[in-house]
């Protein structure tokens, strides 16, 4: 049992089954959930379990970098992590291909074609709390996602390009980025381009 709770320690989650095959038993495990000694990752039925010094939040995308490697952070996600929207999320939106199917309750999924299915990257955003790496699209793609979900001209995408500029982009040789967004899709790109061509943006 004590090298359960030193596995956690380590990988901060584990599985109902990848626990039970270090305590022996699915008694010896929730025996030790009733101790207080480990609890389960809410919401309870996900069949996760951790330590009380991690938080709900962190083992979810833990999770998913661990037990689904196929799934990218996308959405109102991956803009807050990057600091490009003010979105908070209940549930973490992902992205996985059309050809794979895929029910949790603790991710938002997004079913995209393999064309869609491009620029990702893995890293860690520790100022979130997420101390490992995650599957999750480059800051150029995520600003199809600020198109697709705030729609072009909002202020909310206006406010994400510009924020984009200020943390990403490369002032004085933008080309290579400029160059990346527009492979990604010529349309979208060049509207995105657009905004961020315009040098007098300020927050």
Partial sequence: MVNLINKL???VVMSTKDAMSLVGSRSKLYRMVDTGEIRKVE???????????????????????????????????ALRL????????????????????????????????????TEI?????????????IQIYSPERVLFEAYKYYGEGSDS??????RYR??????????????QIMSINKKVGGIIIQVLKVGDVSE
């Fill in 9 to 11: 320690e380590i990988e």
């Fill in 43 to 77: 919401p309870s039925g996900l069949g996760f379990f951790t330590l009380d010094k991690y938080s709900d939040e962190e083992c979810h995308f833990i999770i998913l970098s661990k037990y689904y490697p196929k799934c990218v952070v996308s959405g109102m996600t």
């Fill in 82 to 117: 990057y600091e490009l929207g003010d979105d908070y999320f209940d549930l973490i939106d992902v992205d996985i291909l059309n050809t794979t199917n895929l029910t949790t309750s603790i991710f938002n999924v997004n079913r995209v074609s393999k064309s869609q299915y």
């Fill in 121 to 133: 990257v893995e890293r860690e955003f520790p100022d979130f709390g997420i101390n490992r790496k």
């Fill in 157 to 162: 995408f206006i406010r994400a390009l510009k």
């Fill in 166 to 179: 200020s943390k990403y982009l490369d002032i004085k040789r933008p080309s290579t980025q400029y160059d």
